[in-house]
């Protein structure tokens, strides 16, 4: 409804992990690299962690989108409430195999011979979980075997995991001390600083066809910044409501006030205002918690009736 108001062609915030609104900052770079890296190299196992609302799906939608074009096979599982037998036959169907038996041995050989074939004509399959860190301890033991699916060099099948840092947490327990032995590189996501949030804003609204003329005022985003703690579902959030807010009034550029009103109906404001450093040097990370509680804060508001 407020595209027209404001030149847009779509919804610049969507909360869909459209890999077209993918924010390439240095730690995403970093990260996408890092991932590809370890799969090209056929390191086996790749962890992926970083805060909700930091962007790790987006990033993998991203991933995913590389490894298509490469003609890379790809099994993408973003149900951590499957049980074992439920996992495999997920992972051997999203692989185009034949999952109809219920015996996992017989599925293993399958997906091994399988994994075999492609290897022998220079092919790759990965194995991508999201929301990693709700899998039970019996599921990530099944996935810790799938990496004994190796030649006397190689892995066979690439996995990624990806998770909350309770994940990694998770992985800490000496049940699981082999799997956590196993991973062989960790990528992580941040939130963004000042500059990085102002710059996504912006990029995000030139995909959605922005004229280049000011949408928010330079005060609205420093507002976005404060209050989102530069987790980009919150800078989401924050923009898309200013956009209905400011439509509504007529408004344009959008004024911190709009900003600021957005906050406070979904209780943004009951977090310290005081902000994070607007400026961060190479590696340094944000504070982490104050983000984890903004987010919570927010998702408390939005699970209440209205």
């Known amino acids: 409804m407020y595209k027209k108001f ?17 924010f390439m900052t240095q730690n995403t770079q970093e990260a996408l690299s890092c991932l590809t890296y370890g799969i090209q190299k056929r390191r086996g196992f790749i962890l992926l962690s ?18 298509q074009r490469y003609r890379v096979a790809t099994s993408f599982i973003f149900n951590p409430g499957l049980e074992p037998s439920q996992f495999f036959e997920y992972m051997l169907a999203d692989f185009g195999l034949d999952s109809t038996s219920g015996q996992k041995s017989q599925m293993l050989w399958r997906l091994n011979k ?10 790759t399959a990965v194995l991508i979980v999201d929301e990693a860190q709700n899998l039970s301890p019996e599921v990530l033991e099944e996935i810790r075997l799938l990496t004994n699916l190796e030649t006397s060099t190689e892995k066979l099948l690439q996995i990624v995991l990806s998770g909350q840092p309770e994940l990694e947490d998770k992985l800490s327990r000496p049940e699981l001390r082999q799997l956590r032995q196993r991973i062989t590189m960790r990528c992580k996501t941040l939130p963004l600083n000042f500059e990085e949030t102002a ?16 949408i928010f005022s330079p005060e609205a985003i420093e507002a976005v910044f404060d209050y989102s703690r530069g987790i980009p579902r919150v800078i989401n959030l924050l923009c898309e409501h200013g956009l209905i807010s400011a439509f509504a009034q007529e408004q344009r550029p959008i004024s911190v006030a709009t ?12 977090i310290a205002p005081t902000p994070p450093p607007k400026t961060a040097e190479k590696n340094e990370e ?3 918690m104050e983000a984890f509680q903004t987010l919570a804060a927010l998702m408390d508001k939005l699970r209440r009736p209205r």
Not at 114 to 123: I, K, M, T
Not at 200 to 212: P, S
Not at 262 to 268: D, G, I
């Open 114 to 123: 399988w994994l075999l074939e492609r290897y022998r004509v220079g092919g």
């Open 6 to 22: 404001f030149g847009l062609k779509e919804n610049p915030f969507n909360v869909n992990p459209d890999p077209r609104y993918l």
């Open 50 to 67: 970083g805060e909700v609302g930091t962007g790790k799906t987006t990033l993998l939608n991203k991933l995913l989108s590389w490894l």
């Open 259 to 270: 900003i600021q009103e957005v906050a406070r109906e979904f209780e943004l404001d009951v």
């Open 286 to 288: 944000l504070p982490l």
């Open 199 to 214: 710059k996504y804003v912006e990029t995000r609204l030139a995909v959605a066809g922005a004229d280049g003329q000011p």
